[in-house]
């Protein structure tokens, strides 16, 4: 099992950059596949970007190619979101969920086990 935890949102004014962080316990953390999700308000939730657990591969919705970057450290158990040019539209509570050894880039929200509580990132216009 994992326990995952997000942290880094927060208020930021449209065009400004936020980088979020997922820290995972567990001595397996390379051998689980990482994504985030948002979900707005009245929305349902969303794919954003997910990395592969074996070779790095990464995968992003086309709303936020190009503006936001996902990385891992497996040395520090930690999964980030880096996201640039923010938007309005980007305001969601973002979500970091985790897999074990599932082969490829998961993209749907179904495919993932481990759920940290999210944290809330807010773009002001």
């Known amino acids: 099992q994992v326990q995952v935890v997000e942290s880094g949102g927060g208020l930021v004014q449209a065009g400004g950059s936020l980088r979020l962080s997922c820290a995972a316990s567990?001595?397996?953390?390379?051998?689980?596949?990482m994504g985030w999700f948002r979900q707005a308000p009245g929305k349902e939730r969303e794919f954003v970007a997910a990395i592969s657990f074996s070779c790095g591969r990464t995968y992003y919705e086309d709303s936020v190619k190009g503006r936001f970057t996902i990385s891992r450290d497996n040395a520090k158990n930690t999964v980030y979101l880096r996201m640039n040019s923010l938007k309005p539209e980007d305001t969601a509570v973002y979500y970091c969920?985790?897999?074990?050894?599932?082969?490829?880039?998961?993209?749907?929200?179904?495919?993932?086990?481990?759920w940290g509580p999210g944290t809330q990132v807010t773009v002001s216009s």
């Open positions: 969920a985790a897999v074990f050894r599932r082969i490829g880039v998961p993209l749907s929200w179904d495919e993932y086990d481990y």
């Open positions: 567990g001595r397996t953390f390379s051998s689980y596949a």
